[in-house]
């Protein structure tokens, strides 16, 4: 049972002689039997994976204190009002100067009173959902025993990931028919799926061929091909194999066969751990409504909790030149035209730098912060470069200058030219796409470094999709790069000198400079001298983002932008997004960089909404 609201208006104080007198002995306020049945809880400790059981059993816990605390709120409505509004309990102010009778136990007052009915309300502004892979309490038994598991796979593990067949290492792997069935009906057409079912096919046929009916029924090795870590057996569905399922579950539909085969395979193979393994949500609340181990597949997760995941900048401690400052060496070069100072430091911190990750440390006691990067790690001893201040006026890149600490570590990344690879994250409104496309403009357009920009995006819609679009392909993406007209109309209107002829002509030649290209036809491309801007990366598989970063030719430089936040692609989560996957599998390369921005500078009404919606 919920607890009830508290009241929003607040509560009106009342004067002294409002109050009404204490009569016989001190009772003890009903807010403090609510502190007794939900204590305040203290600091909030990090979020970890609740194994399923634990869960359940703590479960009637819960729900007994919820039931007391809404029965001792609906007794005392009042005190809960003044509790609401930091009044201390009657007893207590009508008569202050009185002493008290006997050393009564002090009543915490209404100060920390409301912390049990507070815990209910929803969760903080910036909560964010913890990302953990769970798995089945059979399959966690299997672990700790070290018995092999046999997996069943749902079709659309095999339409996800083509090699998911070798990811299970040494345990076996079980197909029913009619995964087979909707592996055939899937592999018409063009789409990704299709390929990926194709493949699967292929790579099946492979292993069925050359063996005798014998091996199919005992189990093909799935290292046959070669795949040395996939130590387990291939087996496939060669009876019909029947199981009770409730009554009134179509039999016909796909979903309840496989789950009739997993029911089967429980009662012919007892205490070898059966588990299915599906993508689709619904079908594994169905195998656990019927009492069957179901998980999703987690081979494809870059990272489990995607608060790991690299974030490009870490903030040095403040006695890092304390300890590293005792064999310091410190030189300048003048790289790119631009002079820097580079400094050697060797200390117990340095083995923790990845290179090309930025540091910064920002005194408490008003000295000069310090901002750099890491350019070369040799065991215990690093090479710390310092940054080109893109805040100050004259170093604006096309009429743009940083605003925070993270956009700078970002421009310095953009504007060096040594960097091919570079990879920009951050909630809507950090900048990402106007960065990226003043340094664009200012790398094509003054420096000549680059021929032109390439832009180009996954074309997911938020909606329902409006149909066909008319027109070439810039026209067909054209509705799709509404962020980089903003942008672009951004950055025109710096132009204030050459008047309105000045600000047209300018506009028709950065727009001769753009080109607007489409994902479907990169295959086979290469990008010679090219800037090019993936937008909305998140949305992209890893080998849709491998098939993007490898179209890069000589003298190119590729940028990814996105908000793993915002997925709209189905199968896609946070720790599996293509974008993810090359930011975990860059970092430390001498010419990539990442930067997750952090401060919103669109408007004060866009950070406010980002931090309450």
Known sequence: MPLPKLPSKPATLLLAKDYPKATGPRPVPAIAAVAEVAPAPKKAAPVKAVPVAKAKA??????????????????????????????????AVANPAAKPAAKAKPVPAARGKVTPITAEAPHPAKHKPHEVAIKSSTSRHADQTGTTKLFVLDTNVLMHDPSSLFRFEEHDVYLPMMTLEELDNHKKGM??????????????????SNTDDDAIENGIPLSKLGNKDAKGRLYFQTRLQTADLPVGLPVGKADNQILSVVRSLEAEQEGRPVVLVSKDI????????????????????????????????????????????????????????????????????????????????????????????????NGKTAVLQTLRDFSHNKNNVWG????????????????????????????????????????????????????????????????????????TEEEKMSPWMGAFDDNLEVLNKSDSDGGEWGRAATQDL????????????MRGRTFVNKFLIIDEAQNLTPKQVKTLVTRAGPGTKILC?????????????EGSSGLTYVVDRFKGWSHSGHVTLARGERSRLADHASEVL
Request: charged share 20%; with cysteine; proline share 5%.
């Open 561 to 573: 932008l996105g908000n793993i936040a915002q997925i709209d692609t189905p199968y896609l989560t």
């Open 510 to 521: 950065i727009r001769s400079r753009i080109k607007i290209k489409s994902l479907n036809f």
């Open 400 to 471: 743009v200058t940083a605003r925070n600490r993270e956009q700078n570590f970002a421009l310095n990344l953009l504007m060096n030219p040594e960097c091919d690879f570079v990879t920009l994250l951050g909630q809507a409104g950090t900048g990402k796409t106007l960065l990226a496309l003043a340094a664009g403009l200012a790398q094509v357009l003054e420096t000549k470094l680059y021929n032109e920009i390439i832009v180009t995006r996954v074309t997911v819609p938020v909606g329902e999709d409006i149909g066909f679009l008319p027109g």
């Open 58 to 91: 703590e479960a009637p816990k819960t729900s007994s204190k919820s039931k007391a605390v809404a029965a001792v709120l609906k007794a005392a409505p009042a005190v809960l009002k003044n509790a609401a509004a930091g009044i201390a309990p009657a007893a």
């Open 282 to 377: 619904n079908m594994r609340i169905k195998a656990r409504a019927l009492g069957l181990p179901a998980e999703d597949y987690f081979n494809d997760h870059v990272l489990e909790d995607t608060d790991l995941l690299y974030s490009g900048i870490v903030q040095l401690p403040d006695d890092f030149w304390t300890k590293h400052g005792k064999d310091l060496e410190s030189w300048q070069e003048n790289k790119n035209g631009q002079s820097a100072t580079f400094y050697r430091v060797t200390g117990p911190f340095v083995p923790s730098l990845l290179v090309n990750q930025f540091i910064f440390l920002e005194p408490k006691n008003g000295e000069t912060p310090f901002y750099g990067q890491v350019k070369q790690i």
């Open 191 to 208: 789409t990704e799926v299709a390929r990926n079912a194709r493949q699967v096919s292929r790579t099946l046929d492979a292993l069925v």
